[in-house]
């Protein structure tokens, strides 16, 4: 059974990736490639820890496990330094702070006071430290002898030795110091030792509550940024562009469809047959657009592209055999360099879509007529063609 619950890093993703706030947010992007580093790492500490966390019965094995611990706990206050949380073991008031070592640290060989006990994460670094035999020796901890300076020639893991010292699933460290001629054996639970690191994994869980707060008060923030009424459709939906910007939002190609209807909204017509399918077209358009405010104003983005949808790039529901190939080198293809071999495909597209039924309802020249105006016709005769078929059935 797995010890870390890996759906802890998983929310903490998908909170990450539901917003572009801290990519392009100049408060949070400095820090966004910091936050998938460090994703990344608790990710790949998390699998390797769940997979390994049997007690070790070789040295490479717990050098393995704290070395990867080691990397899960440095991420996790990383992340809480980037975020700004303040962890409640930072604390060295409080209770908690002492919770899983402290008895060791009492007992022998250490033999700490209790006013001098090193916190949880102290100790932990003390333990990484000679393990790691940083790289020779450790006297940094405050909580040794003054001047004293400890060796560690190797680790120690679960076997008869540890057993009969009373600690069946133990691990620990051989210490040499400069105070005593005595070698000394550290020993402890190694399931303390995965509880220790549990709990400062857990804390990740915090910077989930963070970082949801992050985005509820960016979004209160935007739903005070109002759509400006009476303005004309064009400076409407421009505006609606500009907010889209601020809010760094494009759900489902929002932004896309909105600028796709100003497109066709101010594209002038060469043809002058084509007038009244298209003024039937562009009515559609301008009658999406209270949908459009009433969503950038609530923050439903979903709304807003479902909105336009429902007008731009309308597909019927029969079209003849290559009807979608067509469609999608047209649309595709004619935003390509003229001269290009893709542009030249996409305008033979046009002329066969034409032959199926979008002659019906409108009339291209793809020789005078600008791109925009073709991409407009083309999506004219789909929409007018939907809603014949919708009228039938």
């Not at 820890?49 to 990383?78: G, H, R, W």
């Not at 133990?170 to 000394?184: D, H």
Request: net charge negative; hydrophobic share 35%.
């Amino acid at each position: 059974m797995c010890f870390l619950d890996i759906k802890i890093c998983d929310r903490f993703r998908e909170v990450i990736n539901k917003t572009d706030i801290f990519i392009y947010d100049e408060d949070y992007s400095h820090n966004y490639n910091l936050i998938c580093a460090i994703m990344d790492r608790v990710e790949n500490s998390v699998e390797y820890l769940n997979k390994n966390s049997e007690t070790p019965k070789n040295e490479q094995s717990l050098l393995l496990f704290v070395m990867y611990s080691c990397m899960l706990l440095d991420a996790i206050k990383q992340l809480f330094k980037v975020l700004c949380i303040e962890s409640i073991y930072s604390d060295e008031k409080n209770s908690d702070s002492y919770k899983y070592f402290k008895t060791i640290c009492m007992g022998k060989p250490l033999k700490i006071s209790e006013e001098n006990c090193p916190t949880d994460d102290k100790f932990f670094e003390y333990f990484r430290s000679l393990s790691m035999a940083h790289p020779l020796e450790t006297s940094r901890p405050r909580f040794l002898e003054k001047k004293e300076i400890q060796y560690s020639p190797w680790v120690i893991v679960n076997s008869a030795i540890t057993k009969i010292r009373g600690v069946s699933d133990g691990v620990g460290i051989r210490i040499y110091s400069n105070k005593s001629e005595e070698i000394q054996d550290l020993l402890f639970p190694f399931n303390i030792l995965k509880e220790y690191i549990n709990s400062r994994y857990v804390l990740m869980k915090k910077a989930t509550e963070k970082v949801n707060q992050i985005i509820y008060n960016k979004q209160e923030t935007w739903k005070k940024e109002k759509v400006i009424k009476d303005m004309s459709p064009i400076e409407t939906l421009n505006h609606v562009i500009e907010l889209l910007d601020g809010r760094y939002e494009d759900e489902e190609n929002s932004k896309f469809l909105v600028e796709t209807a100003i497109d066709y909204l101010t594209c002038n017509l060469t043809e002058p047959d084509n007038k009244h399918a298209v003024s039937e077209y562009k009515k559609a358009i301008l009658a999406s657009i209270p949908n459009i405010i009433q969503a950038i104003d609530t923050l439903d983005y979903e709304h807003l592209s479902s909105s336009l949808r429902d007008v731009i790039h309308v597909r019927p529901n029969k079209m003849h055999n290559s009807g979608h190939y067509e469609l999608e080198k047209i649309f595709n293809y004619l935003n390509d360099d003229e001269s290009s071999s893709n542009y030249s495909w996409g305008i033979l597209q046009v002329k066969k879509f034409m032959m199926g039924f979008a002659s019906k309802w409108v009339s291209i020249n793809t020789i005078t007529m600008s791109v925009n105006e073709i991409k407009l016709l083309i999506d004219v005769a789909c929409y007018l063609e939907d809603k014949e078929q919708k009228t039938k059935s």
